[in-house]
């Protein structure tokens, strides 16, 4: 019921979230509260994601839980899909390393050749948790202009568990052979 109420709901669920309607109950851990109360934000973007663009400019404390649900939100409608990408885009730079995360994992799921620059600037993020989902997305939209990128990204002294294999991987399907031991 919450998803059809825009930004009444909205701002339910952020007032939920600052414990504002009263202790968590006793049965239920408070993480899985967090949880379904940023499902509830998910419910409310997939329909409408104005409420959650509005609000993050009049309660920032709270980018995170609405980057995740506007990220987590699946639009049809191009002019919708644009304007949570563009915000999406935007917070991929912010200040927070979570709230660059959370825009970062919602470009991943985009899946559109319009997440592709945002994604290789993410690639140069300077934490390793960013630059990883990064390159995940990058798998999915990646053309022969990330080779380059992607060559820096090997060249890193510290990679995340996992990158090297996924970004010599992507090199490789993009054309690009990766000598061993090289160092790219």
């Known amino acids: 019921r919450l998803s059809e109420c825009g930004q009444r709901g909205v701002n ?7 414990g504002k309607y009263g202790p968590i109950a006793k049965n239920r851990h408070p993480r899985d509260v967090n949880e379904d109360l940023i499902g509830a934000l998910v419910a409310i973007a997939s329909i409408n994601p104005d ?3 509005n609000t993050l400019y ?10 995740w649900a506007l990220g987590a939100s699946h639009h049809e409608s191009t002019a919708t899909a644009a304007v949570v990408i563009e915000t999406l885009i935007d ?3 912010h200040d927070d390393l979570w709230v660059r995360w959370a825009a970062v994992e919602g470009l991943v799921r985009c899946k559109q050749k ?3 620059k945002p994604l290789l600037s993410a690639l140069r993020d300077r934490s390793d948790m960013v630059s990883f989902a990064a390159l995940r997305g990058l798998v999915k939209v990646a053309d022969r202009s990330a080779i380059d990128p992607l060559k820096r990204y090997l060249a890193k002294k ?6 090297q294999k996924v970004a ?3 090199l490789a399907k993009l054309g690009y052979e990766v000598a061993e031991h090289s160092g790219v």
Do not use: D, M, W
């Not at 339910?12 to 600052?18: D, F, Q, R, S, Y």
């Open 168 to 170: 010599t991987e992507l």
């Open 158 to 163: 510290r990679l995340c568990p996992g990158g």
């Open 12 to 18: 339910a669920v952020l007032n939920a979230l600052e």
């Open 114 to 116: 319009a997440t592709l």
């Open 58 to 67: 009049r309660r920032p404390q709270h980018a995170f839980s609405l980057i």
């Open 91 to 93: 917070y991929s730079k």
């Open 51 to 53: 409420p959650l663009l």
